[in-house]
């Protein structure tokens, strides 16, 4: 029995996997996001979100394989990478692997030294631009991520404390293809971690329970356990936050995204889209890999330090 206080009631295994079913498919259709003809790119970090949203559309008919990219974040990475690859091979499942120091000649701690960025940063990027080609070299109709609805909210919280516009307008579960991107989806934003968690629990699938090291100590978490209180107290509180702003708060917003989407050149290197002549992707790379590689401990901070050791 799991107990899930924001529906007031508690679950049984297959009670469980219904209610995950059904989420998965109404966010599916309300936005649009997947046809059983897509062939689909699931990326898999060996998180429980990212391999519980395999699972499931797999398990819903759909044409999906799965990308994990190695960020060289220490034993954490090569934890991670391990339940990726015995879950596909148990499965029968196509897993692309994509390792930053062996493929770029750099890793994350590596690239946040050598370009400033912080950590969080410069892996994002490198994360989000390899998603988009891995996506349009092999063919794929989308990529799919494993943001949950605790993600999103933690993210819309964070931006709505700073009234940042430009990013709530672009805060979507969808992205359509456009500009040489490809369309991008989110189809567990109505399902909680928890939730998530219980569903690997029930269909027996091991995942990499610690956190990146390095996100430890960082805002997104500090703006979790905030929103995480206001549930206790007042179930239904997330969801009504964030399913709320994409029902009557997003759609104000939608002018504001289409004017600042700008004028995108082809870079220079990579020809991949971007506002200057050089993308950024590009500019961390030429950085990163001449860089000597720098241990995962010379760039924690000293709240993720802490929680490291
Ligand atoms: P995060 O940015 O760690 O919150 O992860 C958000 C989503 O990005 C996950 O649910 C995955 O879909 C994807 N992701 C994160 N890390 C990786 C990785 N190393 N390889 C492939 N996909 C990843
Ligand atoms: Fe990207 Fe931790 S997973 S910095
Ligand atoms: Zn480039």
Redesign the pocket.
Known sequence: MIDLPRHNAHFCAEHLQQLCRRQMAKAVDDFDMLSMEDRIL??????K??LAIWDMLVEAGYRADG?????GIGEYSTD?GGYVRRFAEQRGLTLQVIDLRDDYGYDIPTASRATGRVPCSAC?LS?RRL?DRAALQGGYDVV????NLD?EAAVLFGNTLRWDIEYLARQLPVLPAANGFPKKVKPLIRLTEREMAAWCLVRGIDYVVEE?PIAAGNKHLAYKESLNAIEARSPGAKSAFYLGFLDRMAPLLAGYSAAAAGQLNSCERCGEPTTGDICAFCRLVEKAAVHDPVPVEMVLSKRARKAYS
């Open positions: 699931v990326a898999v970090s060996g998180g979100d990212s990308l994990y990219i190695g960020l991670s994002g994360k998603f799919v991520t494993g943001h993600d990146c």
